[in-house]
């Protein structure tokens, strides 16, 4: 590539060089290919290649986007992260991958899942230091975006597939509101929290994204329309100037990673001394009920789902979704109902929780990305957000002892995934911290 085009070029940034430059627009992506293909030996981040990248007319012509293996694809296999589904090439695009064609960028290929988006990790590494989890279920989408292979790469999270991992690979991460991006041809693991979501360099580059995707489909049964907004690629998303910030610590902050814990205060005095007004929030009821309920509901829908496909295969799938099965079948209806209830009752009192805040600033992990690839790292700190459906983003904000990335998450009331993103924006350009790209 040339320097104009070097990794780690954002999307907003791209448009404007390619608006500028056909030709490099032209051979933008077969570029990105090329250093793809070179890296993969040892980042391992995709399942699938383009055999070519053609540009396509539209507003997002040029721009190379990852699509997670769990999004359907109809010109490339859709293993979902699974040797039953290996050679399985969908009749059909998912909602997102149709738009994104129709918007003119080009679907760079499918990046590693777990195993149907659960716990069973594939090989991905993390590019900052190989010898640790780059976090699932996104594995893949986030190690490429962390590589500077790719601007933009689509994740989903069910508990933390999104949030998590883009804090363990040092890029920004958007989860929007549950039912803002219509889920048709996304393979479910529970259908009651499943998220489309985003990997991206910079807030602007997330923002864009979402505008330009968000929608609704007759086929989706869960999608609610996010209010529209329009991102111009020549500014970006204008920042809320020094808003007020809810400090959510949670009683699992003690559990944190001390490095961890010194970057979310230095970040909380940063912002402080620029004029926000940040004050400390505790949110009693949903820190001791999230854990259960999310996990309640998750294992009962995914028992729903892959009882079938655990009985039918059961040397191709793991122990991992063998206990996923199991776990939900032991809950009963009662059970499962009484999570539900639990669900809405929060989601419906946390505008008024945080009434009078901007947003909530939090963690989006305990610390570093957890050392070997078995164990993709601990959700808890997701698991609140995703339960509620309410916009999060990640920002880099640090690294830690192993010089691995640390993060901050930044958490909107419902549907005010604009206003969140305008926070994110500000709070992002106030730290100033730029991680650089991750040299595999």
């Not at 104009?4 to 990105?32: I, K």
């Not at 980042?43 to 040029?62: I, N, V």
């Not at 929608?215 to 690629?233: A, K, L, T």
């Not at 620029?274 to 009920?289: F, H, P, Q, S, V």
Request: some cysteine; proline content about 8%; charged content about 20%.
């Amino acid at each position: 590539m040339t320097d104009l085009t070097a990794p780690g070029a954002g999307v907003l940034e791209l448009l404007r060089l390619f608006r500028n430059d056909q030709a490099v627009a032209d051979r933008y992506a077969a570029a990105s290919l090329e250093q793809a293909k070179a890296v993969e030996p040892r980042l391992r981040a995709f399942e699938y290649f383009p055999t070519d990248t053609p540009r396509r007319p539209g507003p997002m012509s040029g721009i190379p986007v990852a699509i997670k293996d769990i999004i359907a694809t109809s010109d490339m296999p859709t293993t979902n992260g699974s040797p039953i589904y290996r050679d399985h090439v969908p009749d059909a695009d998912a909602w997102v991958v149709e738009r994104l064609r129709n918007l003119g960028a080009t679907i760079f290929g499918k990046t590693v899942s777990t195993e149907f988006a659960w716990r069973h990790p594939g090989p991905t590494v993390n590019p900052w230091n190989p010898a640790h989890t780059p976090g699932g279920s996104s594995s893949g989408s986030a190690a490429a975006v962390a590589a500077g292979i790719v601007p933009l790469a689509l994740g989903s999270q069910t508990l933390g597939s999104v949030i998590r991992p883009a804090a363990f690979n040092g890029i920004v991460g958007l989860k929007p509101s549950f039912g803002a991006i219509p889920h048709t041809g996304v393979h479910p693991l529970s259908p009651s929290l499943d998220h489309v979501g985003f990997f991206a360099r910079r807030v602007d580059d997330v923002a864009l994204a979402l505008s330009l995707l968000a929608g609704s489909s007759e086929s989706d049964p869960h999608g609610r329309p996010i209010p529209g907004f329009v991102v111009d690629p020549g500014t970006g998303v204008p920042p809320l100037d020094r808003p007020r910030l809810a400090i959510v610590r949670f009683e699992k902050w003690a559990k944190a990673e001390s490095e961890q814990q010194r970057v979310f205060d230095a970040a909380v005095e940063k912002l402080r001394g620029a004029g926000a007004l940040l004050e400390e929030l505790e949110l009693g009821e949903l820190d001791k009920a999230n854990w259960s309920a999310i996990n309640t509901i998750l294992t009962c829908e995914g028992a729903l789902i892959y009882a079938p496909l655990v009985e039918k295969y059961p040397d191709r799938t793991s122990d991992r979704l063998k206990e996923l099965v199991q776990t939900g079948k032991g809950h009963s209806a009662h059970g499962y109902l009484a999570a539900k209830a639990s669900q809405e009752k929060l989601r419906s009192g946390f505008d008024s929780d945080i009434a009078g805040f901007d947003a909530v600033l939090t963690l989006p992990a305990f610390g570093e990305a957890p050392r070997g690839l078995a164990y993709t790292g601990d959700a808890e700190y997701c698991a609140p957000w995703t339960l509620l459906g309410v916009a999060a983003v990640t920002l880099p904000a640090g690294f830690g002892k192993n010089r691995l990335p640390l993060g901050l998450q930044i958490v909107g009331a419902y549907r005010q995934d604009y206003r969140t993103l305008r926070v994110a924006k500000w709070v992002e350009s106030t730290l100033g911290f730029d991680p650089g790209i991750a040299e595999i």
